[in-house]
């Protein structure tokens, strides 16, 4: 993808630090502010930036408020989110616990991701919206995918494939079909997922819609979530594992 650079992506490193620290009511290391300079800037030079269109990035900040400072969007709404860890993320709440971005996914445009740092062990919904035509993932014994589905129904992506600590992202870019990245297993999905018009419900992350048995909030811990419009997902994830790996190193 040709980029064609603008003033505004050399000042968005630290327009966004100075976000964070002023969140957190004090300074990052300088370790810290590097990894998220790092991030940013291979973003927007892999061409990937401005697909992202709502995200945080939850690790590194030194307070939840910090870490609550969008990447890009609007800030998240917090409901019942409290366990947070500078280099290993948000913790989830099974019970009641998740994010309400103000995201709602293109119909045949559109990417959703997390990095894990922990899998889950109770509930099922990492990003979702509503039970149907949505947005999201549903990982528990086989992990499902849904992106706009006709159907309105999660696709297995293949029977007997778990989650791991890593990245986990669908995107969409065609009415036909989408594509999936979980660790390192690429894949498209098959006939019969051609896209319908997508729900107006905005995305959350760690559960699904609350109205839809309450939303199956899960314990998964995630230091990374992003939402947006088409984009290489592979690019993506060296990013944000190599910043998972440079937070990692910064903090003791």
Known sequence: MTMVW???YEDAPATYIAAVEAADGQGLEEEVKAAY???ILGCISDGIWDAIKASCILAGA???AG???PLKGVAPTNFNLSGYDRKLGLAGNPVNGRLLTSYTP????????VWLS??????YILL???DGAGFGFYPNTNVYVLANNTAGAFQVVSAGIQLTVGFV???RSSSASYTYRIGSLNGTTGSGNNSTTPLTTPVSVFAGDPAFRNGYPTDARIPFYSLGESLDLALLDTRISAFITAIGAAIP
């Open 6 to 8: 603008s003033p505004d």
């Open 37 to 39: 300079t790092e991030f």
């Open 62 to 64: 030194r307070t939840l």
């Open 67 to 69: 870490a609550l400072v």
């Open 106 to 113: 293109l119909q045949n445009n559109n990417h959703g991701a």
């Open 118 to 123: 922990s899998q889950p062990s109770v509930g």
């Open 128 to 130: 979702g919206n509503k």
């Open 169 to 171: 992202g669908i995107e």
